[in-house]
């Protein structure tokens, strides 16, 4: 079996992959270099080391979130287009665990980046919120409730953190409409 052409790309997918299907915490550069079938000191070379391994992740998990959310606005506003965007955050971290996680691992304030890329998100958020009757300022706060919320709900369910009996979905529509009925009562 031929080794893969290494190169920041090919590390950085490596990762991510075992990440996605084994849980972040497994991902190690011990991990990585076996699965590149080369030596844990020759990752060096293409990564700065274990921090921005996890930064990198991160970063991917929040371009993979915002073009999902961008996506699932496409056609779609108001209520549709929240109800949309919170299921796509829901599918982004069944689908990109690992990624997801990453997004909570390596603190984001100070690195232009990695602000940048919580932007976007938040900026995809409102620009969906546009059906609503609210100020630019209203509307950044808005999306950075349906943030915290879609974040919140996200989190917990990928982590068991809701043991009730109750069904998610339901939980998860129930959610919606609150969110929905509070940015109305904003306008």
Known sequence: MARAQLSSEVVLET?????????????????????????????????????DLIRALGLRGREIL?????????GVSGDDAVRAMGLAWRGVVVEHSGLYAATDRYPCAGDAELEAAVDRIVDTLSLALSAFDLGVDLRVHAARS??????GFSHLESGDGHPHKQNLDESFDHLIQLLCAGIRAME
Not at 30 to 44: K, V
């Open 15 to 51: 990762a991510g992959r075992i990440a996605d299907t084994e849980g972040l915490d497994t991902v190690t550069l011990t991990r990585i270099a076996r699965e590149l079938g080369t030596s844990q000191p020759a990752l060096y070379r293409h990564i700065d080391g274990y921090d």
């Open 66 to 74: 915002a073009a999902r959310l961008a996506d699932s606005a496409v």
């Open 146 to 151: 349906l943030r915290s919320a879609f974040h």
